[in-house]
């Protein structure tokens, strides 16, 4: 009777087939954690690819877009099961080949240069996807610590927490611009607090304590970014407490605010049936795409 078992380690899974006469067959799926993907109309095509030996795994999706994988719910998750059928086939495949071309299955012309020498199919079993998105700010502050001193988690009230907001206070002054983190050691206790008023910049509506909100201190120019007003000393006059001029007018809205967004596509495939190789659960892995990176840009309401 043959036995087959298998090992899960990290992301290397070995099956082990014994047979009657005491013979063992090996067969050792190595491959990493990352997979790609193809699309065609409404179909998808997951796979990941591996030289010496070299041999592919795919798993064929039909009605599924790369739009669908990343249409997460309010709270930035996509969960989907899909069933593995004749329609949706997951495959196994050695090749001839000493190495693998990089359109192996994202052409619509076979490659006639590779030679499959085993192709074994399950049309049964199921894949779960998972989307989870996160979002950034990018303003060099870790989410843990991106709260102000009264634990608030949107400073400025702007609707936008601290986390995915550019501007924390609301001064239309980027939070990377006002040194919250001057040495990058993640230790805030440093960050530039210009007045010493014990709240740094990047959480002052005053960064000089002239009695103006740094918002307001746009003499030149009314663009959202007090930075560019000098007037003397080559010193913003938003951090410039000799410059306090009262008769600027005062800021009408925010700057734009852009939000990087990373989207981490995990598969699985479960209870497989691959002729000897039989599986409950086997981690397909992270997609490696470019959908999975993007950003969206936001002007909050002023207030």
Known sequence: MR???????SLNILLLASCDDGDIITTELDFDNNFEVCASGRDLVFFKTKNEPSESLSLKVANLSLADLIAVDEFGVFIDTLNITTTNIFNYRTYRNATLPSDLFCNAIPNSNVSITQ????????????????ED??????????????????????????????????????TKDENPDPNGDGNLDDAQDTDEDGIPDYLDADDDGDGINTRDEENDSQNQNPADDITVNGLPDYLNKDVANLNTPAATAF??????????????????????????????????????TSSRRVVPEFR
Not at 3 to 9: E, G, H, R, T
Not at 119 to 134: C, F, M
Not at 142 to 167: M, R
């Open 3 to 9: 036995k087959i078992f298998f090992i899960l380690v």
């Open 119 to 134: 192709d074994v199919e399950s049309t049964s079993g199921t894949a779960p996807i998972k989307t989870i998105l996160t």
């Open 137 to 174: 700010d990018d303003d060099g502050i870790s989410i843990e610590l991106d709260v102000d001193i009264n634990n608030n988690n949107d400073t400025d009230g702007d609707g936008l927490p601290n986390f995915i907001d550019a501007d924390d206070d609301g001064d239309n002054v980027l």
């Open 255 to 292: 700057r734009e605010h852009l939000i990087s967004q990373n989207y981490v596509i995990t598969v699985q495939i479960k209870d497989i049936d691959l002729e000897l190789i039989s599986l409950d659960t086997f981690n397909f892995g992270v997609l490696n795409n470019s959908i999975t």
